[in-house]
């Protein structure tokens, strides 16, 4: 992740290579103001660095359009899936809220804000928001493992599988029994 983030900064540096991704100003000008490329650009564009692997490459371009075009679900959404990928759970968290409190029937939103919310250890919330997914979606397979996944920690965390049973211990030279089976070295020790 982090050479994913380092060539997106050096394209979006004035004179980097590739022509600069959301940081392109043009010949001539200063850094001051914004990029020629439309918001539709630099979703386009963020969206394919995201299927391509790249997540926080993607992250610096959605976050782009995102400022540019706040209101707009399908960016915010692309941008917490980016930021869920690059290991940003908050702000992916935040992002997937933001869009399933516009629309709280967005199955995906919900879905996002139960996994992000597992990710930062609130499985009680991550089991809502994955409950939701399910309900609105149930053929989903990938929604249906994730809700098991995190029932299961909280029944997990609960105890509800009873206590851990102890570890077998073999014994070692100290418990032997007196009289017993000897190991070579406790017999070159003597």
Known sequence: MTRGRERAQDRNAPGGSGGGAAGADGPGE???????????EWFRRGSQLL????????????ERAAAAEPESRSIKETLARAQFDAGSYAA???NFREVALADPSDDYAQFGWGLAAARMGDFEASAEHLALAVAMRPES???????RQTRATLRARAG??????PHPRWPG???A??????????EEQE
């Not at 299927?51 to 371009?61: D, I, K, N, P, W």
């Not at 509800?160 to 049973?165: I, K, L």
């Open 141 to 147: 397979d990938h929604y249906r493992a994730a809700l």
């Open 51 to 62: 299927a391509q692997g790249s997540a926080a490459a993607a992250v610096q371009l959605l």
């Open 177 to 186: 029994e007196p009289g017993g089976p000897r190991s070579n070295r406790q």
């Open 30 to 40: 200063g850094g001051g103001e914004e990029p020629r490329e439309s918001v539709y």
């Open 160 to 165: 509800a599988f009873g206590p851990v049973p």
């Open 173 to 175: 030279p100290q418990d």
């Open 92 to 94: 992916a968290l935040e």
